[in-house]
């Protein structure tokens, strides 16, 4: 019985460090395969960012400032806050592919005014670089600069 016994836990170290070496050298290959693969490698631009959809709410706002003076002023604050990431005429960064580039029409037709308010005012979530800028922000942007500047970034578009 004892004898038994002793054999039977003998046995088990052997065949633990096994499995253990597979697991292992599987965790090894699954680590080097997704190091070198981006998760989005195979899907479009779009796919790469995490943009959350506005609420209703925000997606039927219309946009109250949109005279030549707003458009003006709202240039003014992209180019100072803006602009280094979205580039000077929206024209986006080379190297850091999921920035918004607001240069490319048929994007920016499938996004509502309100869209584009909801996401400056409140950023992309924790995880995207595009902050926070509204009233509650470290930048303090309100409403009504938000509005030119969106004002701004349509005429990046035509
Ligand atoms: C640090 C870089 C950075 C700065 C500065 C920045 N953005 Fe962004 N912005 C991004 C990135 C990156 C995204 C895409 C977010 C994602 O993929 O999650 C984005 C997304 C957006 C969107 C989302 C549009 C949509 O499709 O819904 C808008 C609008 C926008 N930015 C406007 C602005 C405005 C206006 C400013 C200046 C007040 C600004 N951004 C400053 C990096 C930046």
């Given at each position: 019985m004892r004898l038994r016994e002793c054999r039977g836990t003998g046995k088990a170290p052997g065949a633990?460090?096994?499995?253990?070496?597979?697991?292992?050298?599987?965790?090894g290959i699954i680590i080097a395969w997704s190091a070198h693969q981006p998760a989005w490698a195979d899907e479009g631009m779009t796919e790469k960012r995490k943009i959350p959809d506005a609420?209703?709410?925000?997606?039927?706002?219309?946009?109250?400032?949109t005279?030549?003076?707003?458009?003006?002023?709202?240039?003014?604050?992209?180019?100072?806050?803006?602009?280094d990431?979205?580039?000077?005429?929206?024209?986006?960064?080379?190297?850091?592919?999921?920035?918004?580039?607001?240069?490319?029409?048929?994007y920016m037709a499938t996004r509502a005014d309100g869209q584009l308010f909801y996401i400056i005012k409140l950023g992309?979530?924790?995880?995207?670089e595009m902050e926070a800028f509204g009233p509650d922000s470290d930048?303090?942007?309100s409403d009504k600069k938000i509005w030119?500047?969106?004002a701004f970034i349509r005429t990046l578009a035509p």
């Open positions: 633990i460090g096994g499995i253990a070496f597979v697991v292992l050298l599987l965790v609420p209703a709410k925000f997606l039927e706002m219309k946009n109250p400032f005279s030549l003076r707003d458009i003006k002023r709202g240039a003014k604050q992209y180019g100072s806050k803006c602009a990431c979205h580039g000077e005429e929206g024209e986006g960064d080379p190297d850091e592919p999921e920035v918004v580039i607001f240069k490319d029409k048929a992309a979530g924790e995880e995207a930048v303090a942007l030119q500047i969106i």
